[in-house]
């Protein structure tokens, strides 16, 4: 099986070597690398001179799903793995994959389990994050299961679907696997073969307050996207979801008195036949 690996970065040249390690070390190697600068200023663009087999790209600042997009667009492969520059994954990573796909050649797509670091430290990974295979679609609706290093995606999958939404500046993973799991089951690796790494200033997760609101517009766009009665999307889970979401943000603004957040939110609760 012929691999590319798509790496965006930003500001983040230290850890990106770890990243490229952790490539380089792996039993089953990929065919090419694609690093793909997100506008960075700090060293990142020395990269090409430590690792110079790797394929990189440097963009004005776009964000993270841009990155990836292009990245996508350079893979001469049909098989494509992610990784964040901030992750690394173990050396058999690749290699479970391989095997996972040639034991079932209809699966297009596959994850697996994970481990966190935080300060050093591994820590437990709470239970709404604990993974699932084949139809996880209901899985996926309340938080993203999925981190993007640890999947392993068929090319074809994105001429499907279509690519990371680069309207989200949060949550664009969360969108992307709401998409590719309402139509493909996902193939699961019961193993931690990637280390995620947390408390950094600089991860999107921990510069945006409510991420609920990006996941509230992907749930909206999957509606807009399959309307009801004309696809496989399950609408009454999507919509139940959506219920729940409604209803923690407008007591979040009700909390912090916020005016036009609470009248969207009622809004958009009572266009859901639901008074609040």
């Known amino acids: 099986m012929k691999i590319s690996v798509v790496i965006p970065t930003y500001n983040r040249y230290e850890v990106l070597k770890r990243a490229l390690n952790s490539v380089y070390a792996q039993t089953h190697q ?6 793909i600068d997100d506008g960075s200023t700090d060293t990142t663009s020395q990269i090409q001179k430590d690792f110079p087999s790797i394929i990189y790209r440097y963009q004005e600042n776009a964000g993270v ?7 996508i667009a350079l893979c001469s492969n049909e098989w494509i793995a992610f990784l964040d520059s901030d992750d690394e994954w173990f050396e058999e990573k690749l290699a479970y994959h391989v095997a996972l796909h040639a034991s079932d050649k ?3 797509f596959s994850y697996t389990d994970e481990k966190w670091i935080r300060d050093d430290k591994e820590v437990k990974i709470p239970k709404k994050f604990h993974k699932h295979s084949g139809d996880i679609f209901d899985k996926c ?15 074809s999958i994105f001429d499907d679907i279509g690519l990371f939404d ?3 500046e949060v949550c664009e993973d ?5 998409r590719i799991t309402c139509k493909y089951k996902a193939g699961l690796i019961e193993k931690p073969l990637i280390v995620k790494y947390g408390g950094n ?3 999107l997760s921990t510069k945006y307050w409510g991420m609920d609101r990006f996941r509230v517009k992907a749930l909206e766009k999957l509606l807009a996207l399959y309307p009801e009665g004309t696809s496989h999307v ?4 999507v919509k139940e979801m959506l219920v729940k979401k409604y209803k923690l943000l407008l007591q979040g603004a009700q909390k912090h008195q916020k005016s036009e957040e609470i009248k969207h939110y009622e809004e958009s609760l009572q266009r859901m036949g639901i008074e609040y």
């Not at 799903?65 to 990245?71: D, E, Q, V």
């Not at 399950?234 to 889970?237: K, L, S, Y």
């Open 30 to 35: 990929p065919t090419e690398v694609i690093v």
């Open 65 to 71: 799903s841009s990155a990836r997009n292009l990245g």
């Open 106 to 108: 209809e699966l297009m």
């Open 141 to 155: 609706l309340s938080h993203c299961i999925i981190a993007p290093s640890s999947a392993l995606i068929h090319k």
């Open 166 to 168: 680069e309207s989200l």
């Open 174 to 178: 969360y969108d992307l696997w709401l």
């Open 201 to 203: 200033d600089d991860q």
């Open 234 to 237: 399950r609408e009454d889970e």
